[in-house]
């Protein structure tokens, strides 16, 4: 069964970073696409980045030169690095995987306040 877990949301103020976190289990990591989504209420779930196994990153162009994602392949573990966030970036965070038809996370919120 694959599971992906998120954790490193919560409340930052405009201007600041946060670093998101994506544990995986129940896949191969190293076959997996993993990406980062984001979704506020009553708009689509939307691209912010993706990273396959040793391949480039794919970014949203709204996060360009202000989000990383790098991945771990000892940890399983995926992250998103945002800097200067803005209160735009407000939105839930899921973490997806395209392993096997893919899967998403729960989700971890981010709050960006003035």
């Known amino acids: 069964q694959v599971v992906l877990r998120e954790s490193g949301g919560g409340l930052v103020q405009s201007g600041g970073s946060l670093r998101l976190s994506c544990e995986a289990s129940?896949?191969?990591?190293?076959?997996?696409?993993m990406g980062w989504y984001r979704q506020v209420p009553g708009k689509e779930r939307e691209l912010v980045a993706e990273?396959?196994?040793?391949?480039?990153?794919n970014y949203a162009e709204f996060v360009k030169g202000r989000f990383t994602i790098s991945r771990d392949p000892a940890r399983r573990t995926t992250y998103l690095q945002m800097n200067s966030l803005t209160l735009e970036d407000t939105a839930r965070y899921f973490c997806?995987?395209?392993?096997?038809?893919?899967?998403w996370g729960r989700g971890t919120q981010v709050t960006v306040s003035s």
């Open positions: 997806h995987t395209d392993y096997r038809g893919g899967f």
């Open positions: 129940g896949l191969n990591f190293r076959l997996a696409v």
């Open positions: 990273l396959p196994s040793g391949g480039s990153p």
